[in-house]
C-alpha cells in the first residue's frame, strides 16, 4: 500500500514524522537509488527500495532481530557523537540499519537486542510490559540482610522509588561478592544506582538475561540472530501482534 515517505520511515521506527521530513529535505533519503528531497512523494514500501544514509530501510517483511554478548568498552547507541566504538561495530556485516533495545552503559557488559523492527522496541521498552532484565553485579562486600530486603522492597533514587526487584547473592568471600539481581524497569544506571543507595560500588555489571533470553553460546563480542519461536515470545511479552 502506498504511503507518504515520511510516514514510511517514521512507521519502520527510525524516527519521528518530523525528523524523517527533515531527513528528505537534507537529502538522505534514496528511493530506488535516486535522492528525494520533496515531502509529497507516495510509495509503497514493498515495491521500492528505500535507503536512509545509505542504508537500507527495512520493510517489516525484512525485520532483523539480533541478540548480542557486548563486551565492555562500547556504546549502546546507534552512532556517537563523540566517535566512539558503538556496539554497530560488532555487527559489520548487517546491512539493515537496526537499533539496541534498550542501553547498557558504555562499562556494562552483556545481553543486548538489536532490531529494526520500531513496533517491537517499543513495546519492550515499555514500563506497562514489565519485562524482566537480569544482571550479575560484582561487589566489594557483600550485601547485609537488611540492604538485601530494602533492595528487593525498593530503594528511593532521585527519580523516585525502584518497584520491587529479584536479589539474592551468588557466591560471596572476603574482599568480593556477585550478586544477581532482577528488575523489571528501564531507568538509566539503574543497577549501579541501587546498589549505590543502600553503599555498594558496582565493580563490574553483566546482563545476564532479557524476557526468557540468556547469552548461551553466544561468546563475549559475538551475536546471533533470534529464532521466529523467540521473536515470537518477544512480541508476546511486549503486548503486541506480529506482523
Ligand atoms: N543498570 C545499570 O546500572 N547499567 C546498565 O547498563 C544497565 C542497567
Redesign the pocket.
Known amino acids: 500500500m502506498e504511503a507518504r515517505l515520511q510516514k514510511i520511515i517514521s512507521q519502520a521506527g527510525l524516527a519521528s514524522r518530523r525528523a524523517a521530513e527533515a531527513m528528505i529535505l537534507e537529502g538522505r533519503v534514496e528511493v530506488n537509488g535516486t535522492v528525494v528531497t520533496e515531502l509529497g512523494g507516495k510509495f509503497d514500501p514493498e515495491q521500492v527500495e528505500i535507503k536512509v544514509d545509505g542504508k537500507v530501510l527495512s520493510s517489516a517483511k525484512a525485520h532483523v532481530y539480533y541478540l548480542m554478548n557486548k563486551p565492555k568498552g562500547y556504546v549502546s547507541t546507534a552512532s556517537d557523537e563523540r566517535g566512539r566504538r558503538t556496539v554497530l561495530d560488532l555487527l559489520p556485516e548487517v546491512q539493515e540499519r537496526i537499533y539496541p533495545i534498550g ?3 558504555m562499562n ?1 557488559e552483556g545481553l543486548l537486542l538489536l532490531t529494526n523492527d520500531g513496533e517491537l522496541m517499543n513495546g519492550l521498552l515499555h514500563p506497562r510490559y514489565e519485562v524482566q532484565k537480569t ?1 550479575v553485579a560484582r561487589l566489594a562486600k557483600g550485601l547485609s540482610a537488611q540492604e538485601l530486603r530494602l533492595l528487593r522492597e525498593g530503594v528511593q533514587l532521585e527519580d523516585g522509588l525502584t518497584a520491587p526487584a529479584k536479589v539474592r547473592t551468588l557466591t560471596e568471600e572476603p574482599g568480593r561478592a556477585k550478586v544477581e539481581i532482577t528488575i523489571h524497569e528501564g531507568r538509566n ?5 541501587m546498589f549505590q543507595a543502600v553503599g555498594h560500588e ?1 565493580l563490574a ?1 553483566k ?1 545476564v538475561a532479557f524476557a526468557c533470553l540468556t547469552l548461551e553460546g553466544v561468546r563475549r563480542g559475538g551475536h546471533r540472530a533470534l529464532t521466529e519461536a523467540e521473536v515470537k515470545m518477544l512480541y508476546e511479552k511486549a503486548g503486541r501482534q506480529p506482523g
Open positions: 542501553r547498557l552503559d556494562t544482571y544506571r539503574q543497577v549501579r544506582r558496582v555489571l546482563r
